[in-house]
């Protein structure tokens, strides 16, 4: 079966700092794997998918499949980043199974 | 934001009663789903349907029910039998293409 696991329901790191949100996952098939974010007061959005190997908003996320990680990082937080963040991973019928969630204070 | 509606915003519910939650979205996605959202446990999906008249369960549907009779609408019935229903719903569609799209949710609370 599959699981996302992020061990750190929370995490705090001083602005300016850089900060890694972990992300384990355990499937059998081709993994799909997304970042989503949920800021205060906002709906969640995604944030950034494997797929596109793309940066966004500083953030970038490489899939390792030999550690099974998809580990989020950003040399330098700001007071902005400071959100609730999912790891998800799309299994068979497009459906999405998330993490439990970390949420990131960012310090000024 | 739009797209996706939610409403209500907050509901209040009563133990022993039915409620629905209505989830309509304008942007022509085939696939809808639930989720229920609490604190620590993250996103755990309800129901989804992937095309009109059609709905699967998810990881925890019991005491839940859903219809899909319109590809714009995918009402969720929480029903007396679920025994812990106050928690964050959110309704999500997606298009095929890229990922999944959510709505601003419902907070459901039972007095």
Not at chain 2, 41 to 51: A, V
Request: glycine share 8%.
């Amino acid at each position: 079966a599959q699981r996302v696991t992020q061990p750190e329901k929370l995490l705090s790191v001083f602005k300016g700092a850089p900060v890694e949100l972990k992300c384990n996952y355990s499937y059998s098939g081709s993994p799909e794997l997304f970042w989503y974010v949920q800021y205060s007061r906002q709906r969640l959005q995604l944030l950034l998918r494997h797929i596109s190997r793309e940066s966004i908003k500083g953030f970038t996320a490489d899939l390792n499949k030999g550690e099974t990680s998809f580990h989020l990082k950003k040399p330098f937080a700001q007071e902005e980043d400071s959100a609730m963040y999912y790891c998800a991973l799309q299994t068979g019928a497009n459906n999405l199974f998330f993490g439990t969630g970390t949420r990131l204070t960012v310090i000024p | 934001d739009g797209g996706i509606t939610q409403s209500p915003k907050y509901l209040f519910r009563k133990e022993g009663q039915n409620v629905t939650l209505s989830c309509e979205q304008n942007l022509n996605h085939d696939a809808m789903y639930w989720y229920r959202q609490d604190p620590g446990q993250g996103l755990r999906l309800i129901y989804y349907s992937q095309i009109v008249n059609d709905f699967q369960k998810g990881d925890i549907a019991e005491g839940y029910s859903v219809s899909r009779e319109k590809k714009e609408s995918f009402p969720l019935t929480v029903t007396s039998a679920q025994k812990n229903p106050t928690a964050f719903y959110l309704c999500a569609t997606y298009s095929g293409r890229d990922t999944q799209y959510f709505g601003p949710g419902t907070r459901l609370t039972v007095l």
